[in-house]
Nanobody
Framework: QIQLVQSGGGLVQPGESLTLSCAAS????????IGWFRQVSGPKREPISC????????YYEDSIQGRFTISRDNVKNPVYLQMNSLKPEDTAVYYC?????????WGQGTQVTVSS
């Protein structure tokens, strides 16, 4: 069974950091483009960052540019979202996504709450 399992969410104060991880079983994430999405309210998940499997180019949505970093460990398989200088408006459920153009998989989601 193919699964993406997330970890690393939680409650932090503004200005603090968190690292989200997304580990896969049944597939090798090295061959997938990876995206991180977040859901604030309602069903829509907004893409905030992605990392291409073909050329390792990364993309960041404007509100997180310079604060978040997407990366992958091709040896150990997981992908990460390092989140620095967190703001209350970063509060959301975060999801990882793996896509190879044919198949798409989602993590279970992890809550990140930024509050003083």
């Amino acid at each position: 069974q193919i699964q993406l399992v997330q970890s690393g969410g939680g409650l932090v104060q503004p200005g603090e950091s968190l690292t989200l991880s997304c580990a896969a079983s049944g597939i090798c994430l090295q061959y997938y483009s990876i995206g991180w999405f977040r859901q604030v309210s309602g069903p829509k998940r907004e893409p905030i960052s992605c990392l291409s499997s073909r050329d390792s180019q990364s993309y960041y949505e404007d509100s997180i540019q310079g604060r978040f970093t997407i990366s992958r460990d091709n040896v150990k398989n997981p992908v990460y979202l390092q989140m620095n200088s967190l703001k209350p408006e970063d509060t959301a459920v975060y999801y990882c996504n793996a896509n190879d153009g044919l198949f798409e998989f989602w993590g279970q989601g992890t809550q990140v709450t930024v509050s003083s």
